[in-house]
């Protein structure tokens, strides 16, 4: 029999997906059909007897054979949910994720007037801060033309053309002035851990964003070697880490010259960005 309704379809992939062993299938299967239905998740319930016409139901079918191949929802519809704002994601960028939501809620605990975001990735992070602080400017800098192409878009999207600056540059090369904020979610996975991955972060995220090899810590060695130079007297700075990554990282940025060196946690109570100021009055 040829299920119709929206709640035909629900109970079908629900089911799908948890035989297959996909996290929160339920959840999923509603995400993906308000997306299809271009309505709230809310709206999305098993007793929706709406009938679906066909077009909509092969690419239902089709939104689902890719999550069952652990392909990420967010992937799958094109955009995340990040902090307050909805973002456009593509392949050559960060799936931004809630851990990083205590980065910028740490540098949103003062005020700031120019933000260095680097590595800027979808621009999630730049776009976060300068949402909320509508007297700020920032720069984001990235590798990838591709990556700051959605940045770009992100930051259209939220009308903020105007305060927003891409460049195309490996960290800091190109950059030519201060900052009272620089933050970074670089990557930082060891070479060991890729292979133990989640499927859904290690076949769907770029190789980059997600690994620089060896021991993972070098995009900190080249942060720290340079972020000095690039602070305002008593300007702050937040690193994303991985949950053992702390203490070298502080140490890092220790020797890089700066001070008020602290290690955060995320709402799980690991460690996830490490703080730190330029000397200065």
């Known amino acids: 029999m040829t299920i119709q309704t929206i709640r035909e379809h629900l109970t079908w992939a629900t089911h799908a997906l948890t035989e297959a062993g996909v996290p929160d299938a339920a959840?999923?299967?509603?995400?993906?059909?308000?997306?299809?239905?271009?309505e709230p998740i809310h709206r999305m319930a098993t007793q929706d007897t709406r009938e679906l016409e066909p077009a909509r139901r092969r690419?239902?079918?089709?939104?689902?054979?890719?999550?069952?191949?652990?392909?990420?929802?967010?992937?799958?519809?094109?955009?995340?949910?990040?902090?307050?704002?909805?973002?456009?994601?593509?392949?050559?960028?960060?799936?931004?994720?809630?851990?990083?939501?205590?980065?910028?809620?740490?540098?949103l605990s003062a005020p700031f007037s120019k933000v260095l975001d680097l590595g800027t990735g979808s621009g999630c992070i730049l776009v976060s801060l300068l949402h909320d602080r509508p007297d700020a400017v920032g720069l984001?800098?990235?590798?990838?033309?591709?990556?700051?192409?959605?940045?770009?878009?992100?930051?259209?999207?939220h009308g903020l053309?105007?305060?927003?600056?891409?460049?195309?540059?490996?960290?800091?090369?190109?950059?030519?002035?201060?900052?009272?904020?620089?933050?970074?979610?670089?990557p930082y996975i060891a070479e060991a851990e890729m292979a133990g991955l989640e499927p859904e972060v290690r076949d769907h995220d770029p190789r980059t964003a997600l690994t620089p090899g060896g021991d993972g810590l070098d995009a900190y060695r080249a942060i720290a070697a340079g972020v000095a130079a690039y602070l305002m007297p008593r300007g702050r700075v937040f690193l994303e880490i991985g949950p053992t990554q702390g203490p070298a990282v502080a140490r890092l940025l220790a020797g890089g010259g700066l001070a008020d060196i602290r290690i955060l946690p995320d709402l799980d109570g690991r460690d996830r960005v490490v703080a730190a100021r330029?000397?200065?009055?």
């Open 27 to 38: 959840r999923d299967a509603r995400k993906l059909m308000a997306h299809l239905m271009d």
């Open 59 to 107: 690419l239902y079918s089709q939104m689902i054979a890719e999550r069952l191949a652990r392909k990420p929802v967010s992937r799958i519809i094109g955009q995340r949910s990040f902090w307050k704002l909805d973002f456009d994601i593509s392949a050559a960028t960060l799936d931004p994720r809630p851990d990083t939501e205590t980065l910028v809620e740490a540098a």
């Open 278 to 281: 330029a000397p200065g009055q």
């Open 140 to 157: 984001g800098t990235d590798l990838s033309e591709a990556a700051l192409t959605t940045a770009r878009e992100n930051a259209q999207r």
């Open 161 to 186: 053309t105007d305060r927003a600056r891409f460049l195309a540059c490996d960290w800091f090369a190109g950059v030519e002035c201060r900052f009272d904020l620089i933050v970074s979610n670089p």
